[in-house]
């Protein structure tokens, strides 16, 4: 591939051909399969900037030129380019095809499982309630989104919010799949554990209120006394000048 892209660039005296793009392509892939990470990635960046200089930044070609970069760059642990690139995807997909594209919501999905694998959990799920929010034909994806998005509010505690994603997931599953199908059984499983521990939870949080009002009600009758005693003391002081001014009197 290298070789044929070298001839193309004689031919043509210039690296800036379609066919010089798809060698790149195509040792890129090679590249990968071989876990050359770092020269797969700069093979891919060139064929980025080529197709952007062939058609535009705002080509299908440059698209997929960004998809696989951030692909690979995402297996070679650069997190955070590899979101760069994607969100170019986003960007460009959403200016090319509409707002109202069917993997729109697809594509948001996919940055924000990176997210949520690096352990931004709190971007991962903006990006997950954005895909919900834009509605794709694939219900089974859509399942798959609000499982996802569950077991997401559930490590963040909101077991109300997991309640209510689990339960959108289970009916999806249930009635696109079936009852019997692995997804609404493992469905199902987290539906109850997650009540379970929204039950557990509340009562956690009632005794919890109940001692504080329980602690507060005490401070505030330790209160009460001090202030009494404080009134009391006082009280003592006054009467006993009092007698020491009516003593001096009478002397």
Known sequence: SQEAANLYQRVTDTPLHIRVSKCLDLTTLILYQ???MDMSASHAAKALAISIQLGGFDSADVVSAHITLSHILLNNGCFSSSVKHMRA????????AG???GEISTLYHRIGTIYNEIGNIMVAIRFFQVAISRKSNDRVFQGVLSKQTATIYAKLAQLPSALEMEQN???IFRITLGEDHDYTKSSKEALQQYLKAAVEQDKRWRETE????EVAQADAIADEILASEVVAEESKKKRKKK????KKRKK
């Open 169 to 171: 997931a289970y009916n």
């Open 34 to 36: 071989a876990q050359e």
């Open 210 to 213: 109940n001692l504080q009002k």
């Open 243 to 246: 007698s020491k001014s009516k």
């Open 99 to 101: 707002p109202h594209f």
């Open 89 to 96: 995807v986003l960007y460009l997909t959403e200016l090319l």
